[in-house]
């Protein structure tokens, strides 16, 4: 069986303080199959010539938007991948980290989504902290979210059952997500770091 093509979407807007290690995160998994798009709201810092620079490895947009969560749905409907991801500007990966990713979605089959653990790291990169995320458990989720965005890997069937990104939400978008996508089957816990939010 193939390996399934992996999308991932970064929201970006006058990024240039952290996106270079955002994108070398990305691009240094060690995952074959892996489309890397990046979905710019019309930066007017040193974005642009950063995206330039590695535009031989990724696909980029520069076009204005709504919000994240509009940038984010933008960047899906482009996409190939039968597994996408986003993460911000601003975070990072773990190495290995889409490859477990894939891995658990293919040993669960019935899972709509898959998460890991997260750090929190500081302006410099160094951890400070870590989001307490823990087995699924829907009553959890819908009281509280537990699970860090970045280290989430959703199935594209489940998120377009589910609806994809609510796009007049500015700030919880991936917590009504989750919730979404808890409807549609089990999410799938996976004891180990596989990203990092600034």
Known sequence: ???????????SLNSATWIRATIESVLAQDYPRLEFIVMD?????????????FA???????????GISQAVNR???RSRGEILAWIGSDDLYR?????????????QPATSAV?????????????????????????????????????????RTALARAGWLDESLLNVMDHDLWIKLARQGDMAYVPMTWAAVR
């Open 1 to 11: 069986m193939p390996l399934p093509l992996v999308s991932i979407v970064t929201p």
């Open 41 to 53: 709201g019309g930066s007017t810092d040193e974005t642009h010539d950063i995206l330039r620079s």
């Open 56 to 66: 031989d490895r990724l696909t980029w947009y520069a076009e204005p938007d709504s």
């Open 75 to 77: 960047g899906w409907a």
């Open 95 to 107: 190495p290995g980290a889409v490859t477990a990713a894939v891995a658990a979605l293919m040993a």
């Open 115 to 155: 998460y890991g653990d997260c750090d929190v790291i500081d302006a410099q990169g160094r951890v400070v902290g870590r989001v307490p995320t823990g087995p699924f458990d829907r009553g959890r989720i819908l009281g509280w979210n537990y699970l860090a965005q970045p280290a989430v890997f959703m199935r």
